[in-house]
C-alpha cells in the first residue's frame, strides 16, 4: 500500500479536527449521521445550519431530500410526515419560527415520532430581538419533547449524534439547545468522529408503526377520553392512556441519555451524562445553569476557590425529561448550603424555570438548602465573568445566615432599569 | 384488562367505517325526510342529491329515496339547510 493510499484510508476512516462553529458542528454531525429527510426554514442565528447543509446537499456529500418550505410550521410538519414514513430526519429553528412550530411540537411528541431538531437559543420577540437567550426552548419545555443543553460546539456535534440514538430508543423527539452566537457563531475545534464508527453507534430507524401502501392506516384519527375497540375489535388507548405513554417514555428517558453518553465515550473518547460537575467537592453553594453560562462561570468559580469560598457548578445537561432525582442527589452529595440558578429565561410572574424545577426536585428528595434564582442575559445582554462572580459572591454570603433568613428575592443581572 | 397490550403506541387505526368510534352519539338533532316534497323521492328519478353532496360525513345515499345513516350522521343539519324544497326537517333526539 502506497503511502498516499493509507493516507487516504485513514483519512476515511478516522475522525479529524475541524475548526467549527456551533452551527457548522450540528451541520457536520447531520452529515454523520445518515440523515435521509431534512426541512428547515431559515432564521437567525439557525441560518448557517440551512445554508451548510444545502452546501452538502449541493457538493453531493450528503445524500437527503432537502424539502424548501414557506415557514417553521411546514418545515416541523415535512419532518413530521417523513419520519412517520420511515426517514431519519432533521430540521432546525430558534425563537419566533420555533414558537411558529409550537401546535406541530406537540403533533411531534404525541405521534411518538424521534425528529431531531437544533436550536441556537434567540430571544422571542417582542420587541424585535435576534440575540441570545433560552426563552425560545423554555417555552416549549411542556410539548413532550426531550431537550438537551450543550456548552460547546464539541457538544453540540456529539449531542446531535446522541441525540438520534436517544430518540430512537424511546420514541420521543429531541432538541438540541445551544446559546445563539455565542455558540452558534463562535469558531472552536471539534472533533469530528469517524463516519463509519457513527454508523455503528446509530442503528437504521425502524418506525414504530409502518405505513405500507399494501396495509394502509389512518394515523392520528379522533380519540376521545375513553379506550375503544378498533375495527380489528382490539381494546385501544385513550388520549389519556398514550399521554401516560409518552410520560412513561420521558420518564424512562435519563436512563437512555446515560445509556447513549456511556456507548458514546467507549467508541469516541468523550463520555456523556446527565449533569456536568465542575469544582463541586465540599462546595457550600452551587451554581446551576444550562448551556454557555455554565461553562463562562467557571473562571468566576476559580476566582472564589482561589478567596477560599467553596463554590461548584452543576450543568444541568438534560432539562426535558427534568432530572429530579439525579439533580437532587447531585445537590444533596455536595453538602452545599444553597444554590444559585443562574439561567437566560424566566417564566413571566414568577420566576427562572429551571429555578422552580429545581426547588421542587429538592423539596420532593428532602435536600434542605435555599435556592436563590438570578435572569440573566435575556436578548443578549451580555454576562461577563465579572457579574458571575458578583452574584456568586452575594449567594455565597447567604450560606453563613441563619437558617430561615436564607431566601432572597430573584435578581435581573446587570438589569439598567 | 388495560389497553397496554393494544399493540400502538399512538393512535391508528386500519380504514374502516366508522374507525372513529360511533360518531352518531355526538347528535342531539337527526334530520327527518319527507318523501312527499323531496325531489328525486316525488319524482322517482335520480335528481337533485344536495343533501348527499353537502353532507360533511357522507352518511346520506344518493339512492332514491335518500336515506341517512343514523349510526355516523352526526346532526349538523346541512343538509335541512341545503335542501331545494324544505323537505328535511331537524328533530330533537328527545322525541
Known sequence: MTSATASKNKKQTASETKILTANYAAAEAVKLCGVQVISAYPITPQTPVVEKLMEFVHDGSIKVEFVTVESEHSAITVCISASAVGARVFTASCANGLALMHEQLHWAAGSRLPIVMAIPNRAVAAPWNILNDQQDSISQRDTGWIQLYCRNSQEVMDSIIQAYRIAEDVMVPVMVCYDGYVLSHTHMPVEVPDPAAVKSYLPDYVPHTILDPADPRNINPVTLADPRLNAENVLCHGYFELRYLLQEALLRTPESVEKAGREFGRLFGREYGILDHYRCDDADLVMVSMGSLASEAMDAVDRLRDEGKKIGIIHVRLYRPFPAEIIAGAVAETGCRGVAVIEKDVSYGYEGALCTDLKAALFDYGVNVFAHSYIAGLGGRDVKSAELYDALSRSYEYCSKPEGSRRKDQEWLNCLI | ?95
Open chain 2, 1 to 95: 384488562m388495560g389497553t397496554r397490550n393494544c399493540g400502538h403506541i399512538t393512535a391508528s387505526s386500519s380504514p374502516a367505517v366508522g374507525e372513529a368510534g360511533r360518531t352518531g352519539d355526538w347528535r342531539v338533532q337527526h334530520p327527518q325526510f319527507d318523501y312527499a316534497i323531496c325531489t328525486p323521492a316525488k319524482s322517482g328519478i335520480p335528481s337533485c342529491f344536495r343533501c348527499w353532496t353537502f353532507c360533511p360525513d357522507a352518511v346520506i345515499t344518493k339512492t332514491v329515496p335518500p336515506t341517512v345513516n343514523l349510526e355516523y350522521c352526526k346532526g349538523c343539519g346541512i343538509c335541512s339547510e341545503v335542501c331545494p324544497t324544505g323537505a328535511i326537517t331537524m328533530v330533537s333526539e328527545e322525541n
